[in-house]
């Protein structure tokens, strides 16, 4: 029997129609299949940006160690590195956790506590409070799921003025929360291999590790030797009298920087990394409240 070509397209949307749940139709089932959550492995760690709620519940189990990766997604780094550099810094090291720790890895944070930037176009700083409350946030948001171990893999020196205060009032609920200290896993060895006469912002160090992590971004063209004297948060006025007077950004000479230099520091944090997980996977958790 030939149908026109009205009645065939009345046909078709009837058939659809019988076949779509409707409103009143049971909720579908919700175990994940088989092998869903590998989707999201990078070797034994997990990430949960790749799972379903439904996958994510069963592997925010409490034996699970939490990673939560925080890097500015828009901070200067001096002409020569992205406003997004800590960023792409918190990316790559979450994978290189994922590939050797078991740990869930949730997304990674963007914003935190940066003032001393905040004369430069594109510089974004939450306040003190609410950097540290951020975190507080999603800490209790995934621990109520299981999950009372967590470490924030952070690649910046200011925010440490927003964990300390978010461990202290997150050991108070029971939960346990560990922290990257970038002074400390990698300060000994850039005093071996730094040249510079002294800085820790786009310079030697973190420009070298670039060169390694995104080499296609740095613009070594463009890189200065930017040093003067630490008072402060940076300025770009010379005759503001506090402050750090850097009119580049860059707080010393990335001019100096090799992909070789990179290659260890980068190297040593990932290790450092890896030790600081197991420490925590292994302490005693603060008591419930």
């Not at 290659?263 to 292994?282: K, M």
């Amino acid at each position: 029997m030939k149908l026109d070509a009205r009645s065939a397209t009345l046909a078709l949307v009837l058939l659809g129609t019988a076949c779509t749940p409707s409103s009143r139709d049971p909720m579908p089932k919700t175990d994940a299949a088989p092998g869903a959550v590998e989707r999201a492995r990078s070797g034994p760690g997990i990430l949960l940006e790749e799972l379903t709620w439904v996958e994510a519940e069963k592997v925010l189990t409490p034996d699970r160690v939490v990673v939560i990766p925080l890097g500015a997604a828009s901070k200067e780094h001096g002409p020569h590195l992205l406003l997004k550099n800590d960023w792409t810094l918190a990316e790559y090291f979450k994978r290189r956790v994922a590939e050797r720790a078991d740990v869930v890895i949730a997304p990674t944070v963007g914003y935190s506590f940066y003032p001393a930037f905040l004369e430069y176009p594109g510089s974004v700083s939450l306040r003190l409070e609410i950097a540290t409350g951020l975190v507080v946030d999603i800490v209790k948001s995934l621990a109520r799921f299981g999950p009372r171990r967590f470490y924030v893999l952070n690649t910046g020196v200011s925010t440490l003025k927003a964990l300390r205060p978010a461990q202290e009032q997150l050991a108070a609920d029971g939960i346990l929360l560990g922290y990257t200290n970038l002074l400390q896993a990698t300060g000994p060895l850039e005093k071996e291999i730094s040249q510079q006469e002294g800085g820790t912002h786009a310079d030697e160090i973190e420009t070298s590790m670039m060169l390694v992590i995104d080499p296609a971004h740095v613009d070594m063209s463009k890189a200065v030797k930017d040093y003067h004297p630490d008072k402060g948060d940076f300025t770009r006025d010379p005759d503001a009298g506090t402050g750090t007077y850097s009119p580049t950004g860059i707080w010393g000479d990335p001019t100096l920087a090799t992909r070789e230099k990179g290659q260890r520091v980068v190297e040593a944090l990932v290790a450092a990394l890896l030790h600081d997980i197991a420490n925590l996977r292994g302490a005693p958790l603060p008591p419930r409240p």
